[in-house]
């Protein structure tokens, strides 16, 4: 599987960007998908991520109620909703891709050790 991350940008205290992942080959598999950021200095930590179904989701207490994950099969892709985006939320977001077994397609993991494949990362600046 190949993802492909964009949309990040530079936005000022309180505004608004919405994340891309864009995934190509073998998409037929049973995959949760996340997104994870890392600032300059810091390890990478888990923002939020979503069960191959889309029932599940889970997101760092950092950005509940502000951040909204959401996937289009259709498309192949999953997005990152941010909101009320604050200074701290600046970093490089990452996509990644969790390879689930059939009976596994309703967890979640939020350690990026679990995870399969990585997209490259878009830069996200909040600052005034």
């Known amino acids: 599987v190949q993802l492909q991350a964009s949309g990040g940008g530079l936005m000022q205290p309180g505004g608004s960007l919405r994340l891309s992942c864009a995934a190509s080959?073998?998409?037929?598999?049973?995959?949760?998908m996340g997104w994870f950021r890392q600032a300059p200095g810091k390890e990478r930590e888990f923002v939020a991520a979503?069960?191959?179904?889309?029932?599940?989701?889970d997101y760092a207490d950092s950005v509940k109620g502000r951040f909204t994950i959401a996937r289009d099969d259709a498309k192949n892709a999953v997005y990152l909703q941010m909101n009320s985006l604050k200074p701290e939320d600046t970093a490089v977001y990452y996509c990644?891709?969790?390879?689930?077994?059939?009976?596994?397609?309703?967890?979640?993991?939020?350690?990026?050790?679990?995870?399969?494949?990585w997209g490259q990362g878009t830069q996200v600046t909040v600052s005034s």
């Open positions: 990644a891709a969790d390879k689930k077994s059939p009976w596994q397609t309703g967890t979640l993991n939020s350690a990026y050790s679990a995870y399969d494949y």
């Open positions: 080959g073998s998409t037929s598999d049973y995959y949760a």
């Open positions: 979503i069960t191959w179904s889309g029932g599940t989701i």
